[in-house]
Each structure stands twice: as structure tokens, then as C-alpha cells.
């Protein structure tokens, strides 16, 4: 698994990159998703997830996390392509909203962290939380990658 990390804030510590790529590869692992893949992780601000929440969907507020599928990690491929890493998509996160969102739920930075990344993850994985039944499975896998990773509330 590739992983990509830009932080166009420089707040995030080595630790917290560290972080961000030991969730990731746990929740590939556990997903056992077939084939290689990579994906892209930006750190911004509230004003820059708020132009990219406004453009892609029209929203002209801020939001925590944003994710843009690519390719389906789960696709078949030819034996010629499975040496190249299939490139899933890209995660936007603002670290505004981890610092803000972890103080309101109570909980550390690294563990709000650790949520909006496996949230946007799972997105490229194809999974939603459009209706009731979607947002149950959803959100019961992002709890239970947290908790098997030892990041509970």
C-alpha cells in the first residue's frame, strides 16, 4: 500500500503522519482488499476544505473530511497491472476541524485523526452513509477499525 500524505498546514508532527499511514494499513489489511493500492491524504484549513466542499458539492461551508474516488480497489486485474499500485483516490482532511472536533467529543487529537482518515477510507472503499442502513455498516466498521487498532473514545 502507497500512501501519500501533503500537509499544507505543516501542523501535523511525524508522529501524527506515522499515525495516519499504521490506521491505513490496518484497515487495508482488514478489508483485504486484493490488490495494491494508493492513496493520497492532504492536511488543510478550514478555508480550504470549504472551497473544495463548495466546488464538489455546493456546500459553502466547512467540512472535516472530504473524500474523491478513483479507481475500484477491488477490480480484477490483468497480471501485467497488478505490479502497479491502483490509485483509490484522495482524502482531504481539515485539521482545523480534528482540533476542534476532538475538544468537543472529548477525545485526543490523534483519535479524531485516526476517525476522519478511516471515515474518508472507507468512502474509497465504496461504503456510504446515505441512508439509515448504510451509516450503520459504516459507521460500525470505522468503530470497530478504531477499536481493534486501540483508539476508542
Partial sequence: MNIDIIDNTNRLSKDHEQLIKDIL????????????????????????????????RNIDAPTDVLSFEMEDPYVELDDHLKTIPIPIGDIIISIDKVEEQSKAYNHSFERELAFLTIHGFLHLLGYTHDNEDEEKVMFSKQEQILKEFQLER
Fill in 25 to 56: 494499513t490496518f484497515a487495508y489489511k482488514k478489508e483485504q482488499i486484493p490488490n495494491d493500492i494508493e492513496v493520497s491524504i492532504t492536511i488543510v484549513t478550514d478555508e480550504e476544505i470549504r472551497t473544495l466542499n463548495h466546488k464538489y
